[in-house]
């Protein structure tokens, strides 16, 4: 280990008995801030009970869903926009117009729409997901060498073949780009639509800790979602040095 | 890219379609409840108590997003100079850093609900904590990735530690900075929004969550036109900043490559 990860560690550690101290010695309101200790043994409980792995499976599942819809339309839109500039054109005044709309203020409408069901969640996940994927496909379509879409023509290959074979694979690192700043949205729309109006879920379970007072639960449901991000992020991260593997 | 993009006759056509289209089905009825026709919305944005409703609640979204904004850039640019420049202040806080990092900003309103109760002073925390990450780490990197010649050059020249941190590592930074900063505009309006539906009085996200739960969907959608050009405007507005502070910059790139 490097030397100023150990200095880290010892830093983080000084953090928590810091806290555990200032929380027994009742410097702080323990309502507030309980002890770390109290947070840590209701974290393990909950995770052993299934509390928590059942709350962050909802929320995983809307995620999931939202997440890949995106991925599914935004990608193909992106490379039809990136490709042909009449394309672009057409739908670009629409994509402007929605782009600056900040995606929390989507749900009222879906919940119109949709009620406070998975469907709604999943649509909010969707249009807020949908700007970084469609944005960086259309940039990295454009920005491949002209050359290369050339060379597939005068070997004959037709055009569904040299997007498959030429254009996605060219613009493969932008999409990722796309994917993983979409990613860490898609945690946070989750998180928000479950606090607005849903019954299930890890953003739900935090908020009704913290309005039932159950202040460690609360923050053993903060700890979850750190932890859930974090993986999210290495699984990507092992995931897009896979595909792009020979770069 | 074309001259002629200043007109774009093919786009506003097809936005044109959709709205009409849009108009028409709701016209034709039974869906008033919750797809009013367009010109609803608009008819409601001109309605003069709506009109002043609506601005009393911008008023206090673009406040709580200023005050947040621009605290999280002051305390996130200061102590990203520290952490980039101190190799000592970055290996102590780097792996709270790294576990605090990967956490949704949002859920941290239920904590700041806790410590600083329903109103201002807690949906512009939230606004802090989650607009600084995005310039905290762009600010170090922008500050490890200086130039030591630099550095170098200003102590040659007798500036003390102060003064090569504020006239030569910070405008090195720069473009860093303006990264973060970009990239946190429309996250601090998310949260200010969030907040506001969470547990707001009054402010954009408030107005639309209650003219939605009042079942007023054309207020609901005159309420996000205004957010939506508000983040339009803040976006153009920032960009106009960012050319200006930094043009500098680019003249002297220019003549470097020159």
């Known amino acids: 280990m490097r030397p100023s990860k150990i200095s880290g560690f010892v830093a983080l550690l000084a953090v928590v008995a810091a806290w555990e101290l200032v929380a027994r010695a009742g410097l702080v309101n323990p309502l507030l801030f309980p002890a770390m200790s109290k947070i840590l043994a209701s974290f393990l409980a909950l995770l052993a009970s299934g509390e928590i792995p ?15 819809l995106a991925a599914t339309v935004c990608i193909p839109l992106g490379v039809a926009m990136g490709l042909s500039e009449r394309v672009y054109r057409a739908l670009e005044v629409v994509v402007e117009t929605l782009r600056p709309v900040p995606p929390p203020v989507v749900i009222p409408v879906a919940m119109l729409f949709l009620g406070i069901g998975d469907g709604m969640k999943i649509f909010v996940i969707f249009f807020s997901c949908a700007w970084p994927i469609l944005l960086n496909t259309i940039d990295g379509v454009r920005n491949i060498d002209g050359l290369l879409v050339d060379t597939a023509r005068t070997f004959g290959l037709a055009r569904g073949r040299t997007i498959l074979k030429v254009v996605l694979p060219a613009a493969a690192p932008q999409i990722m780009t796309g994917l993983r700043i979409s990613l860490s949205i898609t945690l946070i729309l989750v998180v928000i639509s479950e606090m607005i109006g849903s019954t299930d879920g890890i953003g739900y379970f935090i908020l009704n800790a913290q309005r039932r007072l159950k202040v460690d639960q609360m923050y053993a449901g903060m700890i979850a979602l750190a932890l859930l ?19 | 890219m074309r001259a002629d993009r200043r007109f774009n006759l093919a786009g506003l056509g097809v936005f044109a379609a959709l709205l009409l289209l849009w108009e028409l089905y709701s016209r034709a009825g039974g869906v008033e409840s919750y797809l009013p026709p367009p010109s609803a919305a608009l008819k409601a944005l001109t309605e003069p108590n709506v009109a002043r409703a609506l601005f009393g609640h911008l008023a206090g979204t673009l406040g709580r997003f200023l005050g947040g904004y621009l605290l999280a850039a002051a305390l996130a640019v200061a102590a990203g100079v520290v952490l980039g420049y101190s190799r000592f202040a970055y290996s102590v806080s780097e792996v709270i850093i790294e576990l605090l990092r990967p956490m949704p900003s949002v859920a941290i ?13 807690m949906m512009i925390a939230v606004t802090i904590y989650a607009a600084a990450w995005p310039i905290l780490l762009n600010t170090i990197d922008g500050v490890r990735n200086l130039d030591r010649t630099l550095v170098d050059t200003g102590r040659t020249f007798g500036l003390g530690r102060v003064k090569i941190l504020w ?36 402010g954009l996200g408030f107005f639309i969550l209650d003219e939605e739960r009042s079942l007023r969907p054309a207020n609901m959608y005159a309420g996000i036109v205004v957010v939506a050009l508000l983040g339009y405007a803040l976006n153009r507005l920032f960009v106009a900043v960012e050319a200006r502070a930094l043009a500098w910059k680019r003249g002297l790139q220019a003549k470097g490559e020159a």
């Open chain 1, 229 to 247: 991000g974090y993986i999210l992020n290495q699984a990507f991260l092992f995931v897009s040095k896979r595909l792009l593997r020979g770069r």
């Open chain 2, 109 to 121: 309103i239920p904590v700041a609900i806790l410590c600083l109760g329903i109103g201002d002073a």
């Open chain 2, 167 to 202: 006239q030569v590592a910070l405008p090195a930074a720069a473009p860093y900075i303006a990264t973060g900063l970009r990239v946190s505009l429309p996250i601090a309006l998310i949260l200010v929004t969030t907040s506001e539906m969470v547990a707001g009085v009054n």
């Open chain 1, 54 to 68: 059942a709350q962050i499976a909802r929320s995983m599942e809307r995620a999931a869903a939202g997440y890949f």
